[in-house]
């Protein structure tokens, strides 16, 4: 049996974070971590399966102590490309970024919940988050690496989501990737208010688009019966990327096997032409919003 090449590798080594972003189910602190050791093996791994794109995620990746070592261990063994993605926090202090620029780090993706101080720390939970985001993004920009942005959309956030993407590719962001959020795996918590519907968010991704129209917007969880043809190019398609996600304890899984990137179909899909190219709705959605938005192509 053959194994699938990889163009990249995701990296979350661990769910530490300083943020406590609303409906983040992930995050603790003393929660599962590789090692080291185990983070170098994925790398080797990765590479003899063809990767030569690095995601380090998390949680927060810059919380590592090794992080600095892994980037730099990355670019030895051969990854053309490091992409960090962060909440900014970190790298808004000079010495920090200086030391991942120097250590390899090739782009940085910020995270983004608002467009203003006010939506931002409210969604993160995070007095003075804003302020260090626009911070690192400054550092990064001195340094001159490409930025772009994962904006994640709720509910509550979602008519700003076009000055999200003004706001911040004025600061020099030239691509966003626009996540729906999710209530998967919340336990007890009822944060199913906090979903957008799909069909409300593309509409908010085309006002996106039309206001910003030399900006690059990848819209990863929007199903393609509910993106105008004229706006077809802000679908994303998971296994498009040949991402390996790794996570502790072993865990790994191609990115397009995520529950988060959808995997349920409902009727309506079975004769949609783009079917294909669909990641499906996650079963969470389909829980709180059902499936009448879906229309086959």
């Not at 063809?50 to 998390?58: C, D, M, R």
């Not at 200086?98 to 995270?111: H, I, K, L, Q, W």
């Not at 795996?185 to 968010?201: A, I, W, Y």
């Amino acid at each position: 049996m053959s194994v699938r090449r990889l163009r990249w590798l995701e990296v979350s080594a661990d769910y530490r974070c300083n943020n406590r972003c609303v409906g983040c189910h992930s995050v603790r602190d003393d929660g599962p971590s590789m090692s080291s050791h185990e983070v170098a093996a994925a790398l080797v791994a990765g590479r003899r399966r063809g990767a030569t794109s690095l995601w380090l995620g998390g949680g927060e990746p810059t919380l590592r102590r090794d992080a600095f070592a892994v980037v730099k261990k990355a670019r030895e063994l051969g990854y053309e490309r490091v992409l960090l993605q962060t909440n900014g926090m970190l790298l808004a202090y000079p010495e920090v970024a200086d030391r991942f620029v120097a250590a390899g780090v090739t782009e940085v993706s910020f995270a983004i919940k608002g467009a203003t101080e006010t939506t931002h720390d409210r969604l993160t939970r995070t007095p003075g988050c804003h302020a260090l985001l626009l911070g690192g993004i400054a550092e990064v920009k001195r340094h001159g690496l490409p930025m772009s942005g994962d904006i994640l959309v709720y509910a509550s956030n979602l008519d700003e989501l076009p000055l999200m993407v003004e706001t911040y590719s004025a600061l020099g962001l030239a691509r966003f990737s626009v996540w729906a959020f999710s209530a998967l795996d919340q336990g007890d918590r009822d944060l199913s208010t906090q979903v957008p519907k799909l069909s409300e968010l593309a509409r908010a991704v085309v006002r996106a688009m039309d206001a910003s129209p030399s900006v690059e917007i990848a819209s990863l969880h929007t199903p393609p019966c509910l993106v105008p043809e004229s706006h077809a190019r802000c679908l994303f398609h998971a296994a498009d990327l040949d991402l390996l996600v790794v996570n502790p304890g072993g865990h790994s899984f191609m990115l397009e096997q995520s529950a988060i990137e959808g995997g349920t179909y409902v009727p309506a899909c079975d004769s949609c032409t783009a079917r294909t190219r669909c990641g499906g709705l996650r079963r969470d959605y389909l829980g709180i919003h059902g499936s009448g938005e879906v229309v086959a192509r």
